[in-house]
């Protein structure tokens, strides 16, 4: 019920540079769907491990996801739904990792990690998600600060990291998918949104994300 209507959109964006990100980025972000609702992930590996937010995923052992189909707009239907485990969590970094059951085509690349070191303010940065069940919409914005060991509370659970404070917009349902950086490379996983101001968008940084992967544990 919950993909009843939705469509990958037709994306414009402002640029050349920006234009290829997403066509290079785009086949690698799945939607994730849950009987609670919709949030975003990314793609880390050719056998089909997916990078999510935990408060996508929190209270379930099995989700669905979906590969963005080949042309834009195409309608998404239930058949295109695809079973994955959730195989490793951190409530606390507000991170999990996932595993198709089936793996992806071989012309789904993964995603490739950034040096959150080489993050600066100013930085342009984009995101790619699927905001209030708007699919495969592109953002676009900078860098606004670097906030080290950030407190926040999602859901009522709290959470504490290194985050990437942006005005990149973003809302529901991109929970989980791709801040990039301008050569389309993964520098934090879009968390959250202030709800005491405006453009104040929040993405846990990939330093904490490769923390979390390396780590050989579930973490609970």
């Known amino acids: 019920a919950a993909l009843m209507g939705l469509r990958a959109d037709t994306t414009t964006v402002r ?12 086949p690698s972000v799945v939607l994730v769907v849950t009987d609670k609702g919709l949030g975003s992930g990314s793609l880390i590996s050719e056998d089909g491990q997916i990078l ?12 669905n996801v979906i590969l963005k189909p080949e042309k834009e707009g195409d309608k998404l ?13 951190d409530p606390a970094t507000d991170l999990a990792l996932l595993k198709m059951r089936t ?57 504490q990291a290194d985050v990437i404070q942006t005005q990149t917009p973003i809302n529901p349902g991109n929970s989980g998918g791709p801040l990039l ?10 968390s959250f949104v202030s709800t ?10 990939v330093d904490v994300v490769q923390a979390f992967i390396k780590n050989p544990a579930r973490v609970t």
């Open 181 to 190: 950086d301008s050569k389309g490379a993964l520098i934090g996983v879009n």
């Open 77 to 89: 239907t239930p058949a295109q739904a695809i079973a994955a485990d959730v195989i490793k969590v």
């Open 15 to 26: 640029g050349g540079a920006e234009s290829a990100i997403y066509r290079k980025i785009a």
């Open 103 to 159: 793996a992806p085509p071989t012309d789904r690349i993964p995603v490739t990690f950034g040096d959150f070191a080489k993050v600066t303010v100013g930085d342009d940065v984009n995101a790619i998600g699927h905001p209030e069940g708007e699919v495969w919409t592109f953002t676009k914005g900078y860098v606004s600060q670097i906030r080290r060991d950030y407190k926040w509370k999602v859901d009522g659970i709290e959470h």
């Open 52 to 63: 999510t937010n935990y408060h996508v995923i929190a209270g379930f052992d099995q989700v």
């Open 196 to 205: 005491e101001g405006q453009n104040l968008s929040y993405a846990v940084g």
